[in-house]
């Protein structure tokens, strides 16, 4: 089904791998276009509870645009909008959570990938970087959208204006990843939180998600109004019922994520 990518859906979960290796999983269009046939994949798939996202058993989560593959339109914008700016769509409004494996460097659009996701579990030893500055762009691909909401302007500005590296610890400081842990068991880690989300109530799950990213440019009314229409379509929900009956009967709920 796919080239760029590997492709795997096993006990409610999906595993989308960058497979491009030899190039530390540069984007490229044919790697980007199978990114978003993969997440439209799963948004179609009712068997799919979460999604986990890595790099495989590379040195690089993601290393950015793949420059050597040359540009297809001097318009650079026109790229970002044919091809990156539906993949972070996609990617935020997937009523699915999805989990970014950073098992190794993420870089340009790269991090932007990684910041896509819902929850980061990364290697210790690896780090971020925005290094647009240093071929005289700006980031995109969504950076300059997550980073001032995680981090706040002042930090952003800097990490987007040097392109320095920014290590694990540091990350975690700040924010920008949920957990950092040694590379032997970061597969251990990613697969417990997949088990979790897997059993989960997906359909709150994906309303949150959605709440979230319209949180910044809502009031407190607006976000309140959200919140009461999100709440009328999990209270007709199937995992509602079972939450609530398993609550009642002393037991763990049995959720099927409708």
Not at 164 to 182: C, H, S, T, Y
Request: net charge negative.
């Amino acid at each position: 089904m796919f080239d760029t990518l590997l492709y795997e859906v096993k006990d409610g979960k999906c595993y989308i791998t960058l497979n491009r290796p030899e190039v530390f999983n540069a984007l490229n269009n044919k790697l980007l276009t199978e990114l978003n046939k993969a997440i439209t994949h799963c948004q179609n798939d009712e068997s799919i509870r979460v999604v986990i996202l890595s790099g495989g058993s590379g040195k690089a989560f993601c290393s950015g645009a793949d420059l050597k593959s040359g540009i297809t339109d001097s318009n650079l914008g026109n790229v970002l909008k044919a091809t990156y700016n539906p993949l972070i769509t996609g990617m935020k409004a997937l009523k699915k959570p999805i989990i970014c494996k950073l098992n190794g460097m993420a870089a340009g659009a790269g991090m932007s990938l990684a910041l896509a996701c819902d929850v980061i579990i990364a290697d210790k030893d690896t780090y971020l970087t925005e290094l647009f500055v240093g071929i005289g762009l700006l980031p995109d691909a969504g950076s300059m959208y997550f980073l001032p909401r995680l981090i706040g302007t002042l930090k952003t500005f800097e990490l987007c204006s040097t392109g320095r590296k920014v290590f694990m610890e540091e990350a975690l400081q700040l924010g920008l990843v949920n957990k950092i842990v040694d590379s032997a068991f970061l597969t251990e880690e990613v697969e417990k939180m997949a088990d979790f989300y897997a059993k989960s109530a997906t359909k709150s799950i994906g309303l949150m998600k959605n709440i979230l990213n319209k949180s910044f440019e809502n009031d407190l009314e607006g976000v309140l109004n959200l919140e009461a229409e999100g709440q009328t379509q999990c209270g007709y929900s199937h995992d509602f019922a079972e939450g609530v009956m398993a609550f009642l009967q002393k037991r763990e709920a049995s959720f099927q994520g409708k």
